[in-house]
T-cell receptor, first 114, second 116 residues
Framework: DSGVTQTPKHLITATGQRVTLRCSPR?????VYWYQQSLDQGLQFLIQ?????ERAKGNILERFSAQQFPDLHSELNLSSLELGDSALYFC??????WGTGELFFGEGSRLTVL | AQTVTQSQPEMSVQEAETVTLSCTYD???????LFWYKQPPSRQMILVIR??????QNATENRFSVNFQKAAKSFSLKISDSQLGDTAMYFC?????????????FGGGTRLMVKP
């Protein structure tokens, strides 16, 4: 158990809809990262938050947005969903500073868009 | 931007034998970390091994070891005494050291099948 909690684990929705994925980082971790993994592909970095502020942004679509709340949990909002958005969305967290460099991953939220 | 390349989409090995997975990366950074993550069918991302770029000694974790060649920007993973439970996708990942956080850049993955 990595200590990172993601909900929901599975989500099925239709094109054009909007969904919200939630992530609770490990206790004490200030950084939260979102990654997208399409079928049998590598993980693509979407966005990072550190202590409530956006810190780095990858190839995140304009239809996607995220935020980190004062209690450090994060939400990834996906809107106007398309079939190609079907993927496994991972959240990861890391501690203060450089540390060991390790990211701790949640179990992922599998999104299926029909 | 950093790139990570895994040139072997799929590999197979007999149980109890040794297999090496390749990874190359491109960066202008001098301080960074390299990782191998394992993703079994459960899809959980599991850290296998890490290597700090400033360390010349290759990292080892039980049956897993790496061959880190900094000048060649190569970071291969050797799995000894392969077990059926090693069957998984393996991802090589790069992390540069900076104040912006610990963002990982992943390679495309190698699917490893361990055969009985």
């Amino acid at each position: 158990d990595s200590g990172v909690t993601q909900t929901p684990k599975h989500l099925i929705t239709a094109t054009g809809q909007r969904v919200t994925l939630r992530c609770s980082p490990r206790s004490g971790d200030l950084s939260v990262y979102w990654y997208q993994q399409s079928l049998d592909q590598g993980l693509q970095f979407l966005i990072q938050y550190y202590n409530g502020e956006e810190r780095a942004k990858g190839n995140i679509l304009e239809r996607f947005s995220a935020q980190q709340f004062p209690d450090l949990h994060s939400e990834l909002n996906l809107s106007s969903l398309e079939l190609g958005d079907s993927a496994l969305y991972f959240c990861a967290s890391s501690g203060r500073g450089w540390g060991t460099g390790e990211l701790f991953f949640g179990e992922g939220s599998r999104l299926t868009v029909l | 931007a950093q790139t990570v390349t895994q040139s072997q989409p799929e590999m197979s090995v007999q149980e109890a034998e040794t297999v090496t997975l390749s990874c190359t990366y491109d960066t202008s950074e001098n301080n960074y970390y390299l990782f191998w993550y394992k993703q079994p069918p459960s899809r959980q991302m599991i850290l296998v091994i890490r290597q700090e770029a400033y360390k010349q000694q290759n990292a080892t974790e039980n049956r897993f070891s790496v061959n880190f060649q900094k000048a060649a920007k190569s970071f291969s993973l050797k799995i000894s005494d392969s077990q059926l439970g090693d069957t998984a996708m393996y991802f090589c990942a790069f992390m540069k050291q900076n104040n912006a956080g610990n963002m990982l850049t992943f390679g495309g993955g190698t699917r490893l099948m361990v055969k009985p």
